[in-house]
T-cell receptor, first 112, second 116 residues
Framework: GQNIDQPTEMTATEGAIVQINCTYQ??????LFWYQQHAGEAPTFLSY????GLEEKGRFSSFLSRSKGYSYLLLKELQMKDSASYLC?????????????FGGGTRVLVKP | GAVVSQHPSRVICKSGTSVKIECRSL??????MFWYRQFPKQSLMLMAT?????????EQGVEKDKFLINHASLTLSTLTVTSAHPEDSSFYIC????????????FGSGTRLTVV
């Protein structure tokens, strides 16, 4: 089975940095995704990690440690529009159907 | 590229009726599509995996006779909510597996179902 945990809510100030942690315990692992989702909309792809280390993409970075079952998403220079839910998702192996299982999501509120 | 069209975006139906939601890949072939349900302030819960030309695989706890999935072509999967009840009111999202990209998954825009 898949168990993916992330904090429920986080609050940060505009211009600051926020780190969203995600821990997972899965029966198979074939990559970890981070998505941003605004209320009533579909998720938007942010990042993908399959090997250990840091992936940087503009203001967003994502880190993965497979041995620890741990990832984080780092949001820098926060803007008001970054207020959204951030979803951590683990992909199962191809043999398991490439299923994408989501964590509970972290609602980030950016304050002025 | 890699666009998935989902219709309708919103639907209101009476309790006891059935509703069909379509998910169509516009510029690529999707042999595998996924259907999710999302309740307010919760994350996406996988309902089933839809494979072209074969029966869908349902997650534990999802009633296959209530949520009928058909994936008759490489570009279209449909989810039919049969005999809908108010507790089926939710946000339904499809996702197509796109093997041509490392990102892999393209999401539809979602369908807000309200059963009255």
């Amino acid at each position: 089975g898949q168990n993916i945990d992330q904090p429920t809510e986080m609050t940060a100030t505009e211009g600051a940095i926020v780190q969203i942690n995600c821990t997972y315990q899965t029966s198979g692992f074939n990559g970890l995704f981070w998505y941003q989702q605004h209320a009533g909309e579909a998720p938007t792809f942010l990042s993908y990690n399959v090997l250990d280390g840091l992936e940087e993409k503009g203001r967003f970075s994502s880190f993965l440690s497979r041995s620890k079952g741990y990832s984080y998403l780092l949001l820098k220079e926060l803007q008001m529009k970054d207020s959204a839910s951030y979803l951590c998702a683990v992909r199962a192996s191809k043999a398991a159907g490439n299923k994408l299982t989501f964590g509970g999501g972290t609602r980030v509120l950016v304050k002025p | 590229g890699a666009v998935v069209s989902q219709h309708p975006s919103r639907v209101i139906c009476k309790s006891g009726t059935s509703v069909k939601i379509e998910c169509r890949s516009l510029d690529f072939q999707a042999t595998t599509m996924f259907w999710y349900r999302q309740f307010p302030k919760q994350s996406l819960m996988l309902m089933a995996t839809s494979n072209e030309g074969s029966k869908a695989t349902y997650e534990q706890g999802v009633e296959k006779d209530k949520f009928l999935i058909n994936h008759a072509s490489l570009t279209l999967s449909t989810l039919t909510v049969t005999s809908a009840h108010p507790e089926d009111s939710s946000f339904y999202i499809c996702s197509a597996l796109h093997t041509g990209t490392v990102y892999g998954y393209t999401f539809g825009s979602g369908t807000r179902l309200t059963v009255v």
